[in-house]
T-cell receptor
């Protein structure tokens, strides 16, 4: 079946603009994760959903970052009033159930704030 | 604190040579361990995983890794490198929740 998809793949925003990044997980996957990957670094956890419930948002760097998954499928990561330090690749991953621990990643959205 | 450490940010091998990428994890990291590969401008692709059972796990593209609890290590190996193996490799640990990643090791393969 189809993998995790993300859109847009690339986004350029002027400092202060709001952006919305979309993630379509693998069909049937109840768990969805967002990660931020700075240049030359490993991904860092932002937030985690199980169905529509946001179970962990401890990784969100500030209150400018907000994520939602209203119907337990598609998720949107919103960044308000973008800053230059928000420039990174934002990765979405989904995970199935039944004792399967591996996460499947989308291609990412590269955000550049100018 | 939970952490995953990858020794060597850049490893260079000749084509046909052994590939060894090192990963150590802190004892507080859940003992479910993964190696992912990332090609330029792409997401992460799962190479292999250890959850329970056999400590030597085989993955795709001829890679394997051995979980050694006493050494808190999960090193990735491949007997013979191919040019197509050039990429960035990430070790990660986790279970039900989020994954904790190392900083990555960029593998270069010389002809």
């Amino acid at each position: 079946g189809a993998g995790v998809s993300q859109s847009p793949r690339y986004k350029v925003a002027k400092r202060g603009q709001d952006v919305a990044l979309r993630c379509d997980p693998i069909s049937g996957h109840v768990s969805l994760f967002w990660y931020q990957q700075a240049l030359g670094q490993g991904p860092e956890f932002l937030t985690y959903f199980q169905n529509e419930a946001q179970l962990d948002k401890s990784g969100l760097p500030s209150d400018r970052f907000f994520a939602e998954r209203p119907e337990g499928s598609v998720s949107t990561l919103k960044i308000q009033r973008t800053q230059q330090e928000d420039s990174a690749v934002y990765l979405c991953a989904s995970k199935g159930t039944g004792g399967r621990y591996e996460q499947y990643f989308g291609p990412g959205t590269r955000l550049t704030v100018t | 604190a939970q952490s995953v450490t990858q020794l060597g940010s850049h490893v260079s091998v000749s084509e046909g040579a052994l590939v060894l990428l090192r990963c150590n994890y802190s004892s507080s990291v859940p003992p479910y361990l993964f190696w992912y590969v990332q090609y330029p401008n792409q997401g992460l692709q799962l190479l292999l995983k250890y959850t329970t059972g056999a400590t030597l796990v085989k993955g795709i593209n001829g890679f394997e890794a051995e979980f050694k609890k006493s050494e808190t290590s999960f090193h990735l190996t491949k007997p013979s490198a191919h040019m197509s193996d050039a990429a960035e490799y990430f070790c990660a640990g986790g279970s039900q929740g989020n994954l904790i990643f190392g900083k990555g090791t960029k593998l270069s393969v010389k002809p």
